[in-house]
């Protein structure tokens, strides 16, 4: 089955403690991307990949780290978590040409106290 | 400046009404895309439709429809006969063509929380 995974799906950690969400998709396509959803503010781009070992800013990105050593993985990294990450996670990915459909995973909710 | 508006934050709407969501997006290019995506309260994002901003027609699928008007830069989403399924939060995006470091991004408007009750 196409999909786009994350894990995991749920996750409350504390200020400064480093954590990383997974992202893997099984479809070969070489844009993948992280969002970040907060309430009245729709989804924010974090980072993006074209392709492996290509990655660029979004519009939100202070804060986070990504790497895309391969091509189908693209884990979020947060090094010092603080409470105004708090938010809903979603990875995306789609094939790299203009106007293609992103597929999204599940979802992160992560919550850092 | 916003390049995706849904300038309704909620709608509330009784079984079987017709609803309209209201997308008006901002590109200065000639080519872009515009999507649909439905978040229902189990919270993914389901893929609704894809326009391509060559293709004007009107598209109906079931209860769904969508009306694109380059005019007015508008890719309204009709759902007719509405149902309480229908409830999630529904998101409007702009994809532009095909410039370098633009190439897939994809631009959200802040979404209309639809609630149907029954």
């Known amino acids: ?62 804060g986070y780290k990504v790497s895309r050593k391969e091509k189908r993985n693209f884990p ?7 409470p105004n990450q708090t938010s809903l996670y979603f990875c995306a990915s789609s094939f790299r040409t203009s106007g293609e459909t992103q597929y999204f995973g599940p979802g992160t909710r992560l919550l850092v106290l | 400046a916003q390049k995706v508006t849904q300038a309704q934050t909620e709608i509330s709407v009784v ?6 969501l209201d997308c008006v997006y901002e590109t200065r290019d000639t ?21 391509n901003s060559f293709d004007e027609q009107n598209e109906i699928s079931g ?18 006969a509405s149902q309480v399924v229908d409830s999630a939060v529904y998101f ?12 897939g991004r994809l631009y959200f408007g802040r979404g209309t929380q639809l609630t149907v009750w029954p």
């Open chain 2, 63 to 80: 209860r769904y429809s969508w009306n694109f008007q380059k005019s007015t830069s508008s890719f309204n989403f009709t759902i007719t």
């Open chain 1, 1 to 62: 089955e196409a999909q786009v995974t994350q894990n995991p799906r749920y996750l409350i950690t504390v200020t400064g403690k480093k954590l990383t969400v997974t992202c893997s998709q099984n479809m070969n396509h070489e844009y993948m991307s992280w969002y970040r959803q907060d309430p009245g503010l729709g989804l924010r781009q974090i980072y993006y990949s074209m392709n492996v070992e290509v990655t660029d800013k979004g519009d939100v990105p202070e």
């Open chain 2, 31 to 51: 080519t872009y895309y515009l999507f649909w995506y439905k978040q229902p309260p189990s919270g993914e994002l389901v893929f609704l439709i894809r326009r």
């Open chain 2, 92 to 103: 409007c995006a702009l994809s532009e063509g095909n410039r370098g470091s633009t190439l």
């Open chain 1, 76 to 82: 979020l990294i947060l090094e010092s978590p603080s």
């Open chain 2, 15 to 20: 079984e079987k009404e017709d609803v309209t």
